[in-house]
């Protein structure tokens, strides 16, 4: 077997266009605001791609660059700042931030309507529960159940694993597909025996930060790989699961680069299109559980 390639690019070139209609239609564009606190290589080339994205779209968005020593209040203040500005409709802090600074109390100052990132914790908690809907979805794990629907791969009844448990991936990942009726099992760097939890998966979300972790010869055969890691080695990017042996056994996986990556960006631009639509049109947020 070999599996069928969930293009990432290809899809998320299919919704930025329909960004740039829905951008279009506006009575004005709307802003997405970063945050960056120092000058992490890696960090500061995401903020590059996503005022990229924003161009190509119509949005508009600023930065605010602050330096790696900037104090709780200076980091705070600026958001304040931001969320204030009715321009602004979408505030992102990157993240990780430095060690010195407290990373709840800064997310938990973008208001939830500007919280396109999703990492506020009241949306954070009402991911986690039944019955709630939080205004927006972290965007990787929302792009990744884009996939799924797109590709019509089935989850509700799947047995899912996701492995990596992160704030930013892997938990809210786990909670996603729970909503849409997967079960779920989480796994980490504690967990034992992986590979009996991975050669029962129909689906695999790998968010690791593992160069080739997971093999073709572990996982079941016609599952669907999702593979989230992103990997610089001198043989260029490649993600958590050996693609080579993977799609062998697979019947769906993404290829890295070009797999989730393309999606996280387009969700966040997404993000920042619904929130603008409720402030410049009054339209309600529409849920962003289903991705
Ligand atoms: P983190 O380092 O925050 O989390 C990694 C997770 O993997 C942890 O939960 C850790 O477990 C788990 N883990 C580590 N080693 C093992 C192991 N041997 N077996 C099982 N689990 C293990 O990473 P992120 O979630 O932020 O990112 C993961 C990957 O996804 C990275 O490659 C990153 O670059 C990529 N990424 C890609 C994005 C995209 O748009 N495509 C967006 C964001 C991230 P434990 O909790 O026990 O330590």
């Known amino acids: 077997m070999s599996a069928q390639i969930i293009d990432g690019k290809a899809v998320s070139q299919i919704m930025k266009e329909q960004l740039r209609q829905q951008v279009a239609a506006l009575p004005s564009p709307p802003g997405l605001a970063t945050v960056l606190v120092g000058d992490d290589p890696a960090s500061q080339s995401y903020i590059r791609s996503k005022h990229k994205l924003c161009a190509d779209v119509g949005m508009r968005s600023l930065h605010h660059q602050m330096s790696a020593g900037a104090s709780q209040a200076e980091v705070e203040a600026v958001i304040v700042q931001l969320a204030a500005d009715p321009g602004v409709h979408g505030i992102l802090i990157q993240l990780p931030l430095p060690a010195h600074l407290d990373e709840e109390c800064i997310l938990s100052r973008v208001p939830l309507e500007k919280d396109v990132d999703g990492f506020h914790p009241v949306n954070v908690g009402r991911l986690a529960m039944k019955g709630r809907q939080p205004a927006f979805v972290p965007c990787t794990p929302a792009g990744c159940m884009r ?3 797109h590709y019509k791969i089935p989850v509700s009844g799947a047995r899912a694993v996701v492995v990596g448990r992160s704030n930013i991936v892997g938990l809210p990942m786990a909670l996603l597909l729970n909503h849409a009726d997967a079960t779920v ?3 980490h760097s504690r967990t034992k025996d992986m590979h009996e939890h991975l050669n029962r998966a129909d689906i695999v979300v790998a968010a690791i930060g593992k160069a080739n972790f997971i093999v073709g010869s572990q996982l079941k055969p016609g599952c669907c790989v999702i593979d989230v890691g992103i990997n610089r080695t001198p043989n260029g990017l490649v993600g958590d699961v050996d693609f080579a042996s993977a799609r062998e056994v697979a019947a769906w996986i993404t290829p ?7 999606m996280t960006l387009v969700m966040l631009m997404e993000n920042t299109l619904r929130a603008a639509q409720k402030s410049l049109l ?10």
């Open 147 to 149: 996939l799924l629907q």
């Open 185 to 187: 099992t989480l796994v």
């Open 256 to 262: 890295v680069p070009g797999g989730v990556g393309p």
């Open 282 to 291: 009054g339209r309600e947020l529409q849920p962003g559980i289903s991705g």
